[in-house]
């Protein structure tokens, strides 16, 4: 029977656990978009994951959408990873690179030469971008021309390259939560009128594309997916989400990619059942879920891993807390996003809260 704590096969990847550390971005970034020197510490803290999934990360300098965020494009960049890859691999863990193109969910002060960011319509989104001054509302993008979607591709492919180069297990594209695939993918957010919009079968061939070219880079196994159903977040809506993903899953490579990630957030329709069986490949579950939650899909058969956040975020040793059942840390909302060690590298372990219980 399938449990947390039992091997699987992701692509490529053999992982020891089906514990799969969720990205998330912590905008602790250098200036130059090369990881911040605690990254590397941060990531060999919770190699004990099967899988660890980094931070989004942007495949092209257009593609940043957050203060301190990091890039996969430059020398620079390149070797900052390394250093992280080395020391997740020498603490025995696994990690894939997620690349991040936000899209229209950035703002001049966060791209190139201070441009409008750029999307596959120029329709603006509701709400605020997080910028170096601080919060500002976004502005409406620029829609880009064909060839340019076709540039992004290229980018999207060069960075899986210069992942895998810095010594990535593999790599996933962030399909989810409102980001650039997103917004090709949902009728709110395009409105184009070449082979890149109008019909679904055009909406979705952004996403295909980009993992075949990915994949094509990588080689079979090491490309995985993340999508997000119905998340309404950053005012990203669909007319069709049912029809749209299901289409979407279908047409995936299943048998040369590595996984496809959903997270589900406050929807009621059972996605997994519909997306599962149209998929085939290794199958992640996240959003929400705790130890009993998780173990109830391993069980189940309903997933092949489980992705967890907030609470990795919080314990590096997350599995060594699921075994004993220990209680966990929680995590600091205020420190997510804000530079240093602060709520960073410094959740402590099991053995060192007993280690301070003890000395105090
Ligand atoms: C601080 C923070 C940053 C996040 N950044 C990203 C990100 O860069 N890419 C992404 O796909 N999801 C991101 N997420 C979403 C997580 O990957 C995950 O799907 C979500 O937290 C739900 O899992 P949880 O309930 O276990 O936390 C972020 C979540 C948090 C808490």
Redesign the pocket.
Known sequence: MQSLFTPVRLGKADILNRFVM?????SRANVDGSPGSLAATYYAQRADAGLIIT??VFPSADGKGYVRTPGIETEAQIAGWKAVATAVHDAGGRIFM?L?HTGRISHPLLQPEGKAPVAPSAIRPQGQSWTDEGQKDFVTPRALTTVEVKDIIAAYRRATGNALAAGFDGVEL?G??GYLPEQFLSSGSNRRTDAYGGSLENRARFILETLAAMIEEAGPGRVGL?I?PEMNFNDIKDDAPEETYGYLVEHLNAKDMAYLHV?L?GTAKDYHALLRPRFGGAYIV????TRDSAEALLREGKADAV?????F?ANPDLPERFRRNAPLNQ?DRAT??TPGANGYTDYPTLAQSSGQAAAH
């Open positions: 969720a990205p998330m971005t912590r931070e989004g997620q991040m962030h989810a939560t993340k997000s997270a957030f996240g959003g929400g879920l992705a967890f956040g907030s609470s975020l995590p997510f996003y």
